[in-house]
């Protein structure tokens, strides 16, 4: 607000307009008057702020929500966005990236275009088996089937964008087939294709060695530096905290794994570094009910 006694046009447009002010109150100005241009300014901010809550909060709610259903309609999927989600987070940390919340939701979202497919071919890609031309497209489109869902929910323009370009190469092949490549590809969708492709070469029984050189084969599909971080990431030195071994049925929220959790199928269904959230403990338990986790599990003794 700004009480003056210059009250000329040109000043109260450009205070208005370059300043973002509220009021323009020129002197002499009762007193009443400033007690109402307070009170309404109050109320403004109080309005603003309430949104961003609402926001927020619908956001929140919104990802969790998702994540429910994914644990639920498919285990398998929502094990694999966690741990993608935890690289994620570990990437944006060493890019020293600002604001890595939006990469970490852009991995929690990639994956809700899959729900939409049937489940064979979602097998299929796991296992790296051929798909039909026909499953090909319903693979190739399913990023974008997501963006559509994604289209209401507020403010997530740029998160949708991400997801949308989860499968475009860096050297611009890939889809989308547009003409965007390199930095001109938004760099949540960077992040993932390097994440996600890491991860599937992992769940197809590569060691982290291996997946990063058939990826470095293949280089020219991702950004040089977020290829660099992985291998940044996966080079650090071993933890040197203190573990224990736990049976499953002692398993809790906030426990950090040490070690993997694997099934009698030798799938890997939470990695090692992982933080097991309520969500993640429901789609375990699923899991144990039909293929039996190895015992025993070893966490982080934060004790």
Request: aromatic share 4%; hydrophobic share 45%; proline share 5%.
């Amino acid at each position: 607000m700004i009480l003056t006694g210059n009250a000329e046009q040109k000043t109260a447009i450009n205070a208005v307009n370059q300043g973002h002010i509220f009021r323009f109150l020129a002197k002499p100005c009762p007193m009443q008057e400033i007690a109402h241009a307070l009170k309404a300014a109050v109320e403004q901010y109080r309005l603003v702020t309430a949104e961003k809550e609402l926001l927020g909060k619908t956001l929140k709610g919104s990802v969790k929500l998702l994540m429910d259903i994914l644990a639920m309609v498919n285990p398998a999927i929502f094990s694999s966005t966690l741990r993608q989600t935890a690289l994620t987070k570990a990437l944006a940390s060493r890019l020293s990236l600002n604001d890595a919340s939006q990469f970490e939701l852009a991995t929690m979202f990639s994956s809700i275009g899959k729900l939409a497919l049937p489940r064979e071919i979602v097998e299929k890609i796991a296992l790296n088996s051929p798909l039909s031309a026909e499953e090909a497209r319903s693979w190739i489109d399913h990023p974008q089937a997501a963006k559509k869902l994604l289209k209401n929910i507020p403010r997530l323009e740029a998160i949708s964008e991400s997801v949308a370009y989860q499968m475009k190469e860096y050297d611009g092949g890939g889809s989308p087939t547009d003409t965007l490549k390199g930095q001109e590809i938004p760099l949540g969708a960077r992040i993932l294709k390097v994440v996600l492709d890491y991860d599937a070469l992992i769940q197809q029984g590569q060691s982290e060695t291996e997946a990063l050189d058939t990826m470095a084969l293949e280089s020219q599909k991702y950004d040089p530096e977020i290829l660099k971080a992985l291998k940044e990431h996966l080079n650090r030195p071993p933890p040197t905290e203190d573990v224990i071994s736990i049976f499953f049925k002692d398993l809790k929220p906030g426990m950090v794994l040490a070690k993997p959790v694997i099934d009698q199928a030798g799938r890997v269904l939470l990695r090692s570094g992982e933080e097991v959230t309520v969500f993640a403990l429901v789609s375990l338990r699923n899991f144990d009910a039909s293929v039996k986790i190895l015992e025993p599990l070893t966490v982080l003794n934060n004790a």
